[in-house]
């Protein structure tokens, strides 16, 4: 049993948890993930690791309410109750934490995040500023009151960029937008890593490819064991077939089938949403 | 001398009643049937049943003790080689094994030495005081930690545990028992009934079993070795990650790796309403692959409600699932094409599977696995109409190990390299099962694990 210590919602439908699992807090680098099923009758629920304290022993993840899964697993469950199984670290952490300090000392890293993928930036982020790595964060929302971790990411990167769709807050438009619109004032990067929906990471990339900046996107695609084992994850990258469990999750963002990507996130679509309306939703 | 009883015929639900459900197939047999069975073994003076058991069971004693109606002491003799006897005698192919062995095979039937064992362990768990333990030496002090709770894992856990030894298995899932948890189905090896009593009767040895740990992710061997305190390691981690065809469309929305599909229905247990995860069989589902994971699969989909149909590219008489497996699966229904190997899986305007294009197969001459090459007979493609398409065609071990413990080396297979007593190129690691041989069966992983154990007690007891 894994004890959640901490439920915040961060915004009406992302709730950010914090849970004791101290072998995995000890062990999580960034860029990987971690599965939790919260009860018996749960679904194993692939998430990426949005922080870990290696000396309190505690993970944190961000949770979107999207299907009677994730639902259940942030309503149903307070600070204090346990999920029966949390496993991690899983998949590979990003490619920059084997890269030598002289390496790092080349690069000027901007990140792409939206939504739920804004969480998962800031391990990376961290890393990177915490290792003397320039570090630009455009986080895009479709507005102000969806923005979340813009105070954690504030204080681990040289420049935050908030984007609205609705203009509320920031550069009006969409992230990828403003990674142009920054490109076209004279700004250069040397990396773009992408986290958000599918969507987002496929025009992130396609944007990236336009400016000529290599780009690493996380894959959040449909998974059981995150071993290896299921094959669930497979996903084309530059024409080979590849799990993004085991040989991701993150990929490099010009080289993946995007369509095909997001067609297969919908394989279980049809089930999902019988699944929600056995949960009363 | 001549045995003039008949094989005592095992009862088994309805084909068609046990079609739409996830209850066992087989009932397994009562004491009468049991001790009636057990009476036509001749107790041969040399008995090759025993040679051809992979872990050594001392069948005609304890059979002779199940004719004697004494199935208590039938238990202990089984349970001096076999810490998984129910689970053995339901999913160990007998018939090339003990039975295969059998004398009275030569001119009939053999004993059903399989049903026996199975009557035997299921006895001991239907007994209210619970099963008889087997003797445990006084703790020695030593720890040993066991990588994987599948067959081989547990087997060498016990031996090891009766022997003295502190042991700590890590299991990556979230539940013990690796394959036989997550690929073999209900209806073959019921979960709760029988195999989680059996994997308790591990844990009463004192073996701990710790799920959610994944080594070489949430720690590594070395770790365990330099900093936890482990004196040896024995890496049973099975053949777990699944083969696909590389043929087009193969990434399709409805294609499955017979893996994710049955751990699904079964790990998960999406076949039950009232668990969480989604599983499809489709209206119609072809199974591609002939071994006893492809029936597995099949029969599973049968049971989610869809025409099922196994692909297979030789002939029935190369089937390599068990003649049980094949004979049950066709009794319920299951199709069979076979001579018959897929080229293509079409796909409809939304990137779902709505049919596969197949070439009819002739055989050629013997390969190196003594088996016929199939050929292909060219201009016979052909379209089958389906809408799911589960790939069963075999599975690899996982590359995690060998990757992050030093010095471990696995060969071109990504299999890691031991010798038959399971030393490996570290001296305190030792391997066993699909993780050194490749997919292979139950039984011959629980071997290798015993064989390991003993491996690791010697190379203690010399330090």
Not at chain 2, 177 to 193: A, M, Q, S, T
Not at chain 2, 273 to 280: C, D, G, H, N, S
């Amino acid at each position: 049993m894994f004890e959640i210590l901490e439920k915040t919602m961060l915004n009406p439908t992302i709730a950010k948890i914090v849970i004791k699992a101290p072998r995995i807090a000890k062990a999580a680098l960034p860029g990987q993930f971690l599965i939790i099923r919260d009860d018996e009758q749960g679904e194993r629920i692939p998430l990426t690791i949005s922080d870990s304290d290696p000396v309190k022993g505690t993970v944190t993840v961000v949770i979107q309410l999207i299907g009677a899964s994730s639902h259940k697993m942030v309503e149903q469950f307070e600070a204090g109750d346990s999920y029966a199984n949390v496993v991690g670290p899983l998949g590979n952490p990003s490619d920059f934490v084997h890269m030598s300090p002289e390496e790092l000392k080349e690069h000027r890293y901007v990140f792409i995040a939206g939504g739920l993928g804004t969480a998962p930036v800031y391990p990376q982020a961290k890393w990177l500023y915490e290792h003397g790595v320039a570090v630009d964060v455009i986080i895009g929302a479709r507005m102000k009151e969806l923005l979340i971790y813009t105070e954690e990411l504030a204080s681990v990167c040289d420049n935050l960029y908030l984007c609205t769709d609705d203009g509320s807050v920031g550069f009006k438009g969409v992230g990828t937008a403003k990674l142009e619109a920054l490109a076209a004032e004279g700004k250069k990067y040397t990396r773009c890593v992408a986290i958000g929906p599918m969507i987002m990471m496929k025009f992130a990339s396609l944007t990236c490819q336009k400016l000529n900046i290599p780009i690493m996107v996380s894959m959040n695609s449909l998974m059981v064991d995150g071993t290896g084992m299921c094959g669930a994850c497979r996903v084309s990258v530059g024409g080979q077939t590849k799990f993004s469990c085991v040989d991701g999750p993150e990929f490099d963002g010009a080289l993946i089938d995007w369509d095909e990507a997001m067609r297969r996130s919908r394989q279980y679509q049809p089930e999902e949403a019988a699944s929600m309306e056995r949960y009363g939703k | 001398m001549a045995n003039k009883i008949p094989r005592v015929p095992v009862r088994e639900q309805d084909p068609k009643v046990r079609a739409r459900n996830f209850e066992e197939v087989s009932y397994g047999y009562n004491k009468e049937e049991a001790m009636l069975e057990a009476s036509r073994c001749l107790n041969c003076k040399k008995p090759l049943c025993v040679t051809g058991c992979p872990v050594n069971i001392q069948i005609p004693d304890f059979i002779t003790r199940v004719a004697e109606g004494d199935f208590d002491a039938a238990a202990a003799v089984i349970a001096k080689d076999n810490s998984l006897p129910a689970v053995c005698g339901r999913v160990c192919p007998q018939e090339t094994q003990c039975e295969g062995k059998c004398v009275l095979g030569i001119k009939g039937e053999p004993v059903a030495i399989g049903k026996l064992e199975r009557f035997v362990a299921d006895y001991q768990y239907s007994k209210k005081e619970g099963a008889t333990m087997p003797e445990i030496a006084a703790p020695n002090g030593h720890k040993v930690a066991v990588i994987g709770s599948g067959p081989a894992g547990l087997a060498c856990a016990s031996d090891l545990a009766k022997w003295g030894y502190k042991v700590h298995v890590f299991e990556a899932l979230h539940k013990a028992g690796g394959v036989l948890v997550y690929g073999i189905p209900e209806f073959r090896l019921p979960k709760d009934k029988v195999l989680q009593k059996e994997i308790d009767e591990v844990t009463k040895l004192g073996v701990t079993i710790e799920t959610d740990v994944i080594i070489g992710r949430t720690t590594d061997i070395d770790t365990l070795i330099d900093k936890e305190g482990y004196e040896a390691v024995f890496v049973g981690t099975g053949a777990g990650l699944p083969r696909f065809m590389n043929i087009p469309g193969e990434n399709l929305n409805g294609v499955f790796s017979a893996n994710e599909f049955l751990t699904r229905n079964n790990l998960m247990k999406a076949f039950d309403p009232e668990y969480m995860t989604p599983i499809r069989a489709g209206k119609k589902a072809c199974i591609v692959g002939g071994g006893n994971v492809a029936m597995d699969a099949a029969r599973t989909a049968l049971r989610l409600g869809a025409d099922s149909t196994i692909v297979y590219r030789r002939s029935e008489e190369e089937l390599p699932a068990r003649k049980e497996e094949v004979h049950h699966a066709k009794e319920e229904g299951i199709h069979f094409e076979l001579l018959t190997n897929p080229v293509e899986i079409l796909g409809d305007e939304n990137g779902c599977v709505k049919g596969m294009k197949c070439i009819r197969m002739k055989l050629g001459e013997p390969d190196e696995s003594g088996r016929c090459r199939p050929v292909e007979i060219p201009g016979s493609e052909f379209v089958i109409d389906c809408d799911t398409v589960i790939m069963s065609i075999g599975t690899s071990p996982n590359p995690l190990i060998a990757t992050t413990t030093r010095g471990l080396e696995s060969n071109k297979r990504g299999c890691i390299v031991a010798d038959e007593h399971g030393a490996t190129t570290r001296e305190e690691i030792f391997a066993g099962g699909d993780a050194v041989t490749g997919a292979a069966t139950v039984i011959l992983a629980m071997g290798a694990g015993r064989k390991a154990a003993k491996a690791i007690d010697e190379y203690i007891k010399s330090k």
